[in-house]
């Protein structure tokens, strides 16, 4: 520590006289004994802050652990509502597509007999009209016919 004796000797000299210079320092060392911290206390102060800061940097790891711990649960188990309530939409517009992919097949078959319906009975019509041209040359060449044969006889 300090060394009193010294600082004694020294105010001696400078005109104090034994027993002002020994109070006047003991004074001093009173005060600085108090009041200022030594390197040791400064160490001992300086090891207590860093072990209250490792115990707090822990904690607060721990918590951070903690709370991104319930984070990742909680967002799995969001997505995991997510995933059901996607397949459920997913399973209801699969559902109404097939219903108007088969309601657009239903259509199409029943245009599809229609039209057989209508060429059948575009067929049936030239059949008719067919017949009727048949009737008609056949009427006509024998017209013919006749009329070439009694212009030769």
Do not use: P
């Amino acid at each position: 520590m300090i060394n009193a004796i010294v600082y004694v000797e020294e105010l001696e000299k400078n005109g104090f006289s034994k027993g002002q210079a020994s109070s006047a320092v003991k004074i001093w060392m009173k005060l600085m004994n108090q009041n200022f911290a030594t390197k040791d206390d400064l160490n001992i102060g300086l090891l207590a802050t860093r072990s209250e800061l490792k115990e707090e940097i822990g904690a607060v790891r721990s918590e951070l652990k903690e709370e991104i711990g319930a984070v990742r649960s909680e967002l799995k188990e969001e997505i995991g509502a997510l995933r059901l309530e996607f397949k459920s939409e997913l399973r209801n517009e699969i559902g109404a597509l097939r219903s108007e992919f088969k309601a657009d097949i239903h259509r199409l078959d029943n245009n599809i007999v229609v039209l057989g319906s209508k060429i059948d009975n575009i067929e049936q019509g030239l059949t008719i009209k067919l017949s009727k041209v048949i009737v008609i040359t056949v009427t006509l060449a024998s017209t013919f016919v006749g009329l070439i044969t009694k212009m030769i006889v």
